[in-house]
């Protein structure tokens, strides 16, 4: 069975050439993956994954939990290496054969200073986009996910310990 996460390509051949996590919730991430989306087309070679999907799960996605995802920007290679930070643009970029605006980024001291600005902006971003500290957005993550697990269980007659209710009918 498929979770809706899954890629239905990558079940049947893996196409991608690497595994983008982004933040859906952000305004500014999507505007920059709905690019991406648009230099990728129909190819498949890159795979878009939501880490604010209420589906989305560190198991399909190298063991990246949540919050790890959210501080800095992650992708994941077919072999399983997982990148982050200024490299997923510039492997991401190549991919997509538009590689040369990252290139300057593959100089050492350019590279260490985008690596260094892109860190700045990661640390405030979501402050920056109106959406509170990272520790707060987890932590509302975490209830809105006990929640909907307690609400499943409950809509299953088992109430939030595992224990069975009673059908009074």
Not at 108 to 135: C, E, I, M, Q, S
């Amino acid at each position: 069975m498929l979770s809706p996460q899954t890629n239905v390509k990558e079940t049947k051949a893996q196409t991608w050439k690497i595994k983008l996590l982004y933040d859906g919730a952000c305004p500014l991430c999507v505007r920059e993956v709905n690019f991406l989306k648009s230099k990728d087309g129909d190819r498949g070679l890159i795979n878009f994954v939501d880490i604010a999907a209420d589906d989305y799960d560190p198991a399909d996605n190298a063991g990246i939990d949540f919050e790890t995802a959210m501080g800095r920007i992650h992708a994941v290679l077919p072999n399983g290496e997982i990148v982050q930070n200024v490299e997923v643009f510039r492997q991401t970029y190549d991919i997509l054969g538009i590689g040369w605006i990252y290139a300057i980024t593959k100089i050492p001291l350019f590279g260490r200073l985008a690596d260094l600005l892109y860190g700045v902006w990661a640390d405030y971003r979501l402050l920056l986009t109106g959406r509170g500290n990272l520790k707060t957005i987890v932590a509302k993550r975490q209830q809105y996910q006990n929640e909907r697990e307690n609400n499943l269980n409950n809509s299953q007659g088992r109430c939030a310990d595992g224990c069975e209710i009673e059908d009074r009918r």
